[in-house]
């Protein structure tokens, strides 16, 4: 066979196909046409992440300090979102459950994530026994729901953000896993994977270099969705009472105790928290639908 | 199909035993002796002699094999041994509790498929217009919605309504009675957990049954099927909507299990004393025995409707079981 060099015309129509380099702002412009949504839930994390980021500045009040002259005060200009049944400010301690949920989020989903994807992958390049049984842990771990998992966690490390972290991490290890080893397994029959182990490439790089770049799209959709579920697991642990720990400003914290107590009278108290955590996951889970979009390019008609 | 049949209902039992040895050892790992909670709790001090006969009493001064054997041996008899809080046998803790979780979650299931699978289809159906994007924001929304968050805002819906209407802030009582003796009753305490619960199984087997059905949609049979003339109702009902369920079945038999697993959160907003509650208190109380039986019971219960699920599918799906 050979190969024909390119007429004029051909590079032509491919001069016309290629992406023309564009600046931030025009490829902005352009990824907001395409995902007006997946922007949407861009700029609710943004929001949210820059809440947590820069607490220390932008919260009127201290978060923790309890002023007995202003308890369960409404919304008004001194305390925008008003003041809990200690009199703490409620925007105060929103931004600053926002960097823990973040936290608790971001940390929880990176480590369960990259664990499994190392777990995932190994799993299927080696296949035979190791995969047998590592698949039958899989399960035994599977079974069990992601709030019990946490809950048995916790109970053996005690609360705080830490535990809380590692409670949260652990039941999502094998979720990831499963899904990484699924797309990992129709690689492993690939013929360049086959040239490789041939050219004998240690297993370490063959995994690293040529199959790990090959899951990768669905092991990021995978990852937004767990810093969604990692976020609404410590709030709901924390409202248990079995997560973060007061005086620590947590979404999940908030709602528990007084807010229930005091939802008739001052409703502010259960709306805000509740209201912050479903709009950072909504915006997560939203900016998960649009990268899946991308990525994934069977799904872009649909 | 009786060899995968067989296949995959033994494939049960060596699940249920992993698990039963991964809770009997997170519950060994948990840090302090019982014994010592038991005695010191009194802050008086007491001799070694009387730490050694507790651990006897209790048995963990036994070898942890022994240990292992006589706690599979219990479950095999449905015997989970006594409450350490309570003193009363678990299985009469359980047994009290688990009706009014079971009614939650087969009620919150048949709320979720009776929301998702005309949702989801509609949403595929008229793909990419303003309703496909309502549905999908509903249920997106569904999914990043704290249960608890939902039902907290549930009761405060509730009783500012009832003090509108009626002039006094009305919520249902607490105290479960059975569908059977007080139909009007039970279901004033059932419905509000159930629909909070509900609403996140609804969002997620409504993506589910949106893009299965799109992908149905796309398939030569469907062409066939409207070329020769047939009613687009039944296109869509016998065509495309059956063959689209069985990723949809799935989703709706995986997530029960993890059902029971949300309950622990909503139950205690409700006040509900369900089995989600129980553990709750049993983990606050380091009630280990109970803890123990409860963690086996949701676990088993996630083990067997994942069994059902491969092999309703296999039942539905000839090229499951006959690969």
Redesign the interface.
Known sequence: MTIAAPTPTGTAVFADDRIPPRGVVASTIRFVRRQP?GSIGIVLVALFGFAGLFADFLAPYNPTANDFTAMTEAPSWAHWLGTDQLGRDILSRILFGARTAFVVGLTSALVGGFSGLVLGVGSAYFGGRIDLVLQ??L???M??????MA??????FGTGVHNVIAAITIPLIPRCARVVRSSALAIREVPYVDAARALGFSHSRIILAHMVPNVVAPFLIMLTSFV?QAI?AE??LS????GVQEPVAAW?LM?QGG??EY??TA?WI??F??LA??????G???FG?ALRDVLDPKLRE? | MHRYLVSRVLLVF??LL??AA??FI?MR???GDICLVRLGSGGTSFSAAALAACHAEIGIDRPWWLQFLDFIWGLARFDFGTSMWSGKPVIQEIASRFPVSLEVAVMATLIAIAIAIPLGTISALK?NTWID?AVRTFS??G????S??LG??S??LV??LTQAISGH?WMPSIDYVPLWKDPIRNLSIVMLPAITVGYRYAAVSMRMTR?AM?EVLREDYIRTARAKGLLEKIVINRHALKNALLPVVTVIGIEF??L???L??TE??FNLNGIGRL??LS??N?DYTL?QAL?ML??TI??VS?MLVDLFYAWLDPRIRLA
Do not use: C, K
């Open positions: 949504v039958r842990l399960d035994i771990l079974s069990f729901p992601l709030i019990i809950l048995a966690v916790v109970s053996i969604g609404l709030a709901s409202y248990l009472g079995l999940g709602l807010a229930e939802a008739s409703p259960a709306v928290p509740g955590i479903m709009l950072t996951v909504f997560i889970n939203l639908d649909r | 060596p699940t992993g698990a991964l809770v997170l790992l948990i840090p793909q994007l997106i929304a999914i990043a919605t704290p608890f968050w907290i805002m009761i405060l009783l500012d802030p893009s799109l299990a993890f029971i697993g949300g622990v959160v205690q907003v553990m709750v983990v606050q380091q803890t963690v949701v676990v996630a083990i994942n």
